[in-house]
């Protein structure tokens, strides 16, 4: 995916709020060994950018005075109530050097599951999306999570599925093996969702 950008000279508050009103986004390219360069965007290009799923976890080409730049996304401030893209990080990556970043996790069959097909469960999502470590050239888009073997009242972890090849977890002192989805019985996923958890049926 290719994203526009131009060197933004001046800088500032003042400045930015000109860019701003001049249809610009204010944001900056950094990493890679190489010095932090501010730029600026078009509002409405990185707007429709950022609302595509895979442009927050994908390789991007970032096209820099007619230079292309293999980038990450990293941060994004909106305005606080208007649909309004404010400032935008990006991290350069180099092809050799491995990068961290978290990829959505894509659950598929739930609805052949037993805890549903048997037992009328629902399914909750316990974690939407997962940190880890790989190349760029392994990086993918999301990780499937396949739910068809989810027995009634189990609980899936990250063990009992397979990462992408390239690709490893990144528990950064956290749980070396996190629960990703639950079976719950009906009336009982009021308190047992996870952060960020969402419950389906199937």
């Known amino acids: 995916m290719q994203i526009n950008a131009t060197t933004r000279t001046v800088q500032g508050s003042s400045a930015s709020r000109r860019l701003r009103r001049a249809g610009r986004v204010p944001a900056i390219v950094y990493g890679a060994g190489q010095s932090p360069v501010n730029i600026e965007l078009d509002h409405n290009e990185i707007y429709h950018a950022l609302r595509r799923p895979e442009f927050h976890s994908s390789i991007l080409e970032l096209q820099l005075d007619g230079k292309s730049e293999s980038v990450l996304l990293r941060a994004v401030q909106w305005h606080p109530y208007k649909p309004l893209v404010l400032h935008v990080d990006f991290q350069r990556v180099s092809a050799g050097q491995r990068i961290e970043t978290k990829v959505p996790l894509n659950f598929i069959n739930g609805e052949l599951a037993p805890a549903v097909k048997l037992a009328g469960e629902v399914i909750s999502h316990v974690l939407t999306e997962l940190p880890i470590s790989c190349l760029p050239k392994d990086l993918p888009t999301a990780i499937d999570v396949d739910l068809s073997q989810l027995a009634p009242g189990a609980t899936l ?19 070396p093996n996190p629960a990703l989805a639950v079976a719950l019985a009906v009336g009982a996923g ?3 969702e996870g952060e960020g958890g969402e419950s389906q049926q199937g």
Do not use: F, K, M, N
């Open 190 to 192: 009021s308190g047992g």
């Open 157 to 175: 972890h990250l063990d009992q599925i397979t990462l992408p090849p390239g690709v490893t977890y990144v528990a950064h002192g956290g749980d």
